[in-house]
């Protein structure tokens, strides 16, 4: 999968979960209908982080400039900015190309493209270590509980 085709799907996946989530506040505060806000919730939460990921690695890999890649990740609290971020970097090809540090690609320089390089070199091992990360970064959030307490 191209950077342009993760972070598309990514960006697109984090905007769904938004309206997901705003849906199951509509319910309810609303409604009164709170069944709907933990699944939607905790589906949004784990979206969120797995856009942030991705995005920290799309702009390690595309050189993005900080200010884009820190605009990037700032879409991620504004419901469906991503969309619009991600046509924006697109329109501006800063998502063409493939991966740098793909086997046979470039020579790690630093920490984040040895980082890259190993993910990208042996992608089974790291996808399970992010799934494991992620999936203990969103445990840890669901034990500390809402980010706006009851009352």
């Known amino acids: 999968m191209s950077p342009r085709k993760l972070f598309r799907t990514l960006a697109l996946a ?45 702009w390690a890999n595309q050189k993005w400039p900080a200010r884009t890649g820190i605009l ?19 329109r501006r090809g800063m998502l063409n190309g493939g991966w740098r540090m793909a086997p046979g690609g470039e020579e790690p320089t630093n920490g984040v493209d ?14 399970i270590v992010a799934l494991v990360a992620v999936a203990v970064v969103f445990s840890v959030l669901l034990y500390l509980g809402p980010p706006v307490p009851k009352g």
């Open 14 to 58: 984090e905007a769904v979960t938004w309206t997901l989530l705003l849906i199951g506040m509509f319910a309810k505060y609303v409604l009164d209908f709170e069944a709907l806000t933990p699944i939607f919730g905790g589906l949004h939460g784990f979206v969120f982080l797995a856009y942030g990921v991705v995005t920290l690695f799309v």
């Open 72 to 90: 990037g990740l700032a879409t991620t609290v504004i419901p469906w900015a991503t969309i619009p971020f991600e046509k924006s970097v697109d």
């Open 114 to 127: 040895r980082i890259a390089a190993l993910v990208l070199r042996r992608p089974v091992a790291a996808g």
